[in-house]
């Protein structure tokens, strides 16, 4: 008998020695390791690669943001102040998505199919709010103009990026309302596409938020 709780002290004394050190070793080493070398070496992304203006954070690189007007009385929905850069369309595409964009809450695709009638139906209604926003006196939008992008959220809701075709809609619309030329905002939109990944992988891109910082600069 007394060797028998003799054995299971032992074990259990060995069992907790060898989760105090586990934990020691996982818990607490590895990950001040695994800090302090992002910290070292990749500083910028393990802070969350944020973007500062005028000395202060103001958002990610790698989360996108909604540029609206404040809601007025009676609106559940606000609109899209005009005077900036807008990215991918908001609110998911449709109420009832689960795609929140730029809600931290969660994030996700409409889940819909592409033969799906109501997601058919807020492609549409994008792209018609594309070409009515975007036409300015003297240049009209085409439908056949509006890219991919411009209708059609992306699969997590979160995208920062837009097409380079999709920046160089709107610049007219951003030049009118800013009074700006439009080759002021060109040249911006030109220094701020990001080329393909690694040359070759993805499409060219324009991060929305870097651009109208840039933006806000002129």
Not at 10 to 22: C, E, F, I, P, S
Not at 123 to 138: E, I, T, W
Not at 174 to 197: F, I, P, Y
Request: proline share 5%.
């Amino acid at each position: 008998m007394n060797n028998s709780l003799k054995n299971t002290a032992r074990l259990l004394g060995a069992g907790l020695r060898a989760l105090l050190m586990l934990t020691l070793v996982t818990g607490v080493i590895y990950p001040l390791v695994i800090t302090g070398i992002a910290q070292g070496l990749f500083s910028d992304k393990a802070n969350g690669s944020e973007i500062t203006a005028d000395g202060k954070v103001v958002g990610s690189s790698l989360i996108g943001q909604s540029y609206n007007l404040p809601l007025k009385k009676g609106q559940e929905t606000p609109e899209p102040d005009l005077k900036w850069f807008q990215g991918r369309p908001r609110n998911g595409l449709g109420s009832n998505s689960v795609n929140t964009q730029y809600k931290l809450i969660l994030s996700g695709a409409t889940n819909r199919s592409a033969d799906n009638e109501e997601l058919i139906q807020w492609v549409k209604d994008a792209k018609a709010a594309v070409v009515k926003d975007n036409s300015v006196p003297g240049h009209r939008v085409e439908p056949s103009d509006v890219p991919a992008d411009a209708v059609t959220s992306s699969g997590s809701g979160l995208d920062p990026d837009i097409s380079r075709d999709y920046a160089d809609l709107q610049v007219r619309r951003v030049a009118e309302r800013n009074g700006l030329s439009v080759s002021q905002v060109r040249k911006l939109v030109d220094e701020h596409t990001e080329g393909r990944t690694l040359g070759f992988i993805g499409e060219p891109r324009v991060n929305v938020l870097e651009l109208n910082i840039a933006l806000k600069g002129l």
